[in-house]
């Protein structure tokens, strides 16, 4: 936070490629539904252009009784459709994305 960095939104293509080239385990991005149970949004405010769910949709089941899956996270695929939902309180390595102000010398 101290940088200004979110857990990343993944609003292209290029993105959920790149991301996903780089994982060798499942990390947590930015996408949640804790607010609404089936509406997800990004935590950094970005509009949710693309979903790459694993199954076509998150699977909005219930996982260790009463806890919702309202966490998003991404899994190491050759496919690109590899996003989870769990338990926010599951622990995993996380992806964050920032800005970066690059100023022309």
Not at 12 to 28: G, R
Not at 78 to 105: A, F
Request: glycine share 6%; with cysteine; net charge negative.
């Amino acid at each position: 936070m101290s940088r200004d960095a979110h857990l990343a939104s993944i609003l292209s293509d290029e993105e959920q490629d790149y991301i996903t080239s780089q994982l060798n385990e499942p990390a947590w991005i930015g996408l949640t539904d804790e607010n609404e149970e089936g509406n997800w949004e990004w935590t950094d405010g970005s509009r949710l252009e693309a979903e790459y769910w694993s199954d076509g949709k998150s699977s909005r089941s219930l996982q260790y009784g009463a806890i919702e899956n309202d966490c998003t996270y991404i899994v190491p695929s050759p496919s690109g459709q590899n996003w989870m939902d769990g338990s926010c309180y599951d622990q995993k390595r996380w992806v964050c994305k920032e800005n970066l102000d690059v100023r022309e010398p």
